[in-house]
């Protein structure tokens, strides 16, 4: 298994915000560039097309309404040549947040056209400090993830998932449920799902979490592993890695356990280990840090065998260390190997292969940038060095600075989804998509998506909402 190929075809990101709460009352809720997604050349012009979403998308009616998330959400597949739309699909109802996380997994109903996977994590607002906005008697309405038809405009399958969290706190938002394509294990040439599950109940543990494994073509689960004790919340992030249990099979590698911090809303974006679990056995092969101190974020990535051991490594960001914000970790025992300083980003929110850039032999990495300083142009995501020594490329917001309206010492940052969109003959990449969906104070929704040749460093297009309109 590539799992470069992997991670090219899946969203890694997810939004993160500003200072406080992205959603200003009585304001905007639209979140254009929530997630991103190479699509290939779908309409077969020549150039390669993308999905987009706004999960906060509020479709006819639901327009009118003044609560910030009242939207279903809704994905648009776009011409990459002139911006026309290809396919559209909407949530199902109010409170989807449809569109959270986008993957590209190939074409799943045999009708020459790729498809998408679609997450809707359901935002359940008792999970918000302070809210009141909860539709009666839709809270525990849970939430899905659609596998949807790109060429006959029809829903391939659909799983059920548990009710979800979508946090937009300043410190990163990220949808739990989360999915990832995580390798083909069947021999059908499709990736499998894996989809991890903080809120899941087992037997009478409550919110003792889950990731569950699904065929990735007709979304039948494989196997689950959950979490031992009450409140574990196992499942807030999923990623795939190659092989470390010798089967010649992928792994799934998680993050899990609550890091003991002040708000409750941060519970879920802080965690205390990590693991890798056999695709095989659905049993845990490695467990990292299993410290309540240890404080992960919300990223985790496989990597290459950087030390040279056999086995490949695996990076995590962290919320402890404000100067090493993401840390290396060997797959073969989980000792640390070492840590990429703060330069990439105040807190990198997500992590993300980008092949061999520097042609040193070992995968290099793209982080986030979360830039808070205001500068003239904020980085939308910078690439360093696989050994965590350099940094390799810088990728400006065009536009920057961009601050709070209400608070010009209130820098946002644009940088929210991210997805490799082409990658060469060396499984390099050589384009980005990037979605910032930024808000300015209670004005509307300014969200762009960036398509960047890697290389340069320089924009070749850009999307926004209107475009479609």
Known sequence: MNYLFLCAAALIGSPPASGGSLFQPGGASDFFGGAVVGMGDIDNDGVDDLAVSDPLHKPGELAKSSRRFGGAGKVWVVSGRDNSVLASVEGLARGDVFGAELLAPGDLDGDGVPDLIINAPRFDPTDWKGSNERPSGEAERPGYVLA??????ETIFKIETTYGFYHTMWHGAHPAPSIALVGDFNGDEIPELAIGLPHADSDKLEHAGAVRLHNGKTGQLIGALYGTQSHEHLGVRVAPIDDLDGDHLGEILTLGGRSRCDSAVAE?????????ISSRSMKPVLTIAQDPEARFGRSICGMDDTNRDGYPDIAISTWNDQDFPVSRYSGFDGSLLGKWPRR???YPIDIFPVGDLDQDGVCDLGFSAFDRIITPKPRLAVVASGRGDSII????????PLTNASDETSPLNPSVSYSVSKWNASRVAT??????????GDESCNGVVFRIDVATSKVLSTLRKSDLE
Do not use: V, W
Not at 431 to 440: A, D, K, Y
């Open 431 to 440: 384009e980005l998509l990037i979605g910032t969906p930024t808000f300015r």
């Open 268 to 276: 879920f974006e802080t965690s205390s280990y990590a693991m890798a």
């Open 148 to 153: 949807y038809s790109i060429g006959k405009n």
């Open 393 to 400: 490329r810088e990728f400006l917001h065009p536009d920057g």
């Open 344 to 346: 990439t980003g105040n």
